[in-house]
């Protein structure tokens, strides 16, 4: 008898509690960050390449602190605005204050490849891998007014089986630049 109303209290408590449990509600302040890809190369930027770099982004700039823009018109309007103008730290400013951003990120693709080779200089010694990675790489954060840039450039000749990607190599500058613009140790 004394467990029955052991497990009856027990019940009667654990349906109370949720029953009357207060809301809890966190508000955040969400600051606003927008990654924005300008494919100068004629199109070479893939939803993979685009979708590793976003990560790279995401990790710099995660909630509970900043959302990254899944508004497709703020990275439009901001690449539209910058196409044929030298990118500055005044320029993204601008941009920051018009489209309502914390933070932009900016990737300038002119030249990405990896063509395999069969034989370089008329030997066969084959395989190799002709790998070009060539970008600039933008980051304003208004808190601060910080401004940093970075270029890519890749071309060279490798190993099949020793080499990286373009797009991972664009992937890993991008992470320093946002890296070290937060003040984080840099991930290599």
């Not at 730290?89 to 002119?110: C, F, G, H, T």
């Not at 010694?125 to 007014?145: E, F, Q, R, S, W």
């Not at 840039?149 to 890993?172: C, M």
Request: hydrophobic residues 45%.
């Amino acid at each position: 008898m004394k467990r029955l109303f052991i497990c009856l209290m027990l019940f009667l408590m654990a349906v109370f509690s949720v029953v009357q449990s207060p809301s809890v509600w966190a508000d955040f302040d969400e600051k606003p960050v927008a990654f924005v890809v300008m494919d100068k190369s004629g199109g070479l930027v893939d939803n993979s390449a685009y979708t590793a770099w976003r990560q790279v982004v995401k990790w710099a700039y995660h909630f509970p602190y900043y959302k990254v823009s899944e508004d497709g018109t703020v990275q439009d309007y901001i690449s539209n605005a910058l196409w044929n103008i030298k990118i500055t730290k005044e320029n993204l400013s601008e941009q920051a204050k018009k489209n309502s951003m914390d933070v932009i990120v900016i990737v300038v693709l002119y030249d990405m490849d990896e063509t395999i080779l069969s034989s370089v200089g008329g030997f066969n010694t084959g395989p190799y891998v002709n790998v070009v990675a060539i970008a600039d790489l933008y980051a304003y954060k208004k808190d601060g007014d910080k401004f940093l840039k970075s270029k890519v450039r890749e071309r060279a000749i490798k190993d099949l089986g020793n080499y990286e990607k373009p797009q991972e190599t664009i992937r890993w500058a991008l992470s320093k630049l946002v890296n070290t613009i937060e003040g984080r140790p840099i991930i290599d």
